[in-house]
């Protein structure tokens, strides 16, 4: 999700007053990639102190990816793509039958 939002402001930069024009794309990358780099400290930490055992923690980490590949396919276009800063228009069933009245 936050690396489509990078994508989407790909040419957005800030103009400090210290450090004159800022390209802050790889500051946002970073930003992106933190909680991804915090998941894989904290499973390697509990490996390590024999918490956890490795085979759990890897297979923790493939149901997660999976699971969160999933739903981001489900809402959002692929990362890369020219709209990936927006979500998908999903239109419902049930939601167009209850504006019309039906139930």
């Excluded at 790909?10 to 780099?37: E, H, M, W, Y």
Aim: proline share 4%; with cysteine; net charge neutral.
């Amino acid at each position: 999700y936050l690396l489509g939002k990078v994508n989407g402001m790909r040419s957005k930069s800030l103009k400090l007053r210290l450090l004159g024009q800022f390209d802050c794309t790889n500051v946002f990358i970073l930003l992106a990639l933190s909680p991804l780099a915090l998941a894989f400290w904290i499973s390697a930490s509990r490996a390590r102190e024999n918490d956890h055992h490795p085979a759990d923690v890897v297979g923790g980490a493939v149901i997660g990816a999976a699971w969160a590949s999933f739903w981001y396919g489900r809402y959002y276009p692929w990362i890369w793509s020219e709209g990936s800063a927006s979500p998908r228009h999903v239109d419902s069933v049930s939601s167009s039958s209850h504006e019309n009245g039906e139930d």
